[in-house]
């Protein structure tokens, strides 16, 4: 089995994100335990849900994935080169795609 390219936290700030208009309690109840039990703040879960973080590197994540919902080039281009700079390569960005995709933002 391989390491996952991007953290379970990273994944979460993304799910959050992406979960932001969902009206599904059980949904949104599992996402407020996972965040519980990898010790995300309630300030931390509010800003993920507003599609934001206080980390640089999360907040580009989130941007490109929603971005990649948007079917804006010109916004998913820039979301590229911002992950780009913050330190992402290729693949995790290809994974941060399959995890919108996953979500139904794609």
Partial sequence: MHEPLLTERLRLHIELALERDCTCKRTLAKLDKRADLLGLTGVEVDAARER???DIRI???????CALGSNEPVRIHAAVVRAFRVGFNMPELQEV???A??????
């Fill in 52 to 54: 934001h973080s206080f």
């Fill in 59 to 65: 907040a580009a994540a989130i941007d490109f994935a």
């Fill in 97 to 99: 795609a399959r995890i």
């Fill in 101 to 106: 995709n996953k979500r139904g933002a794609l």
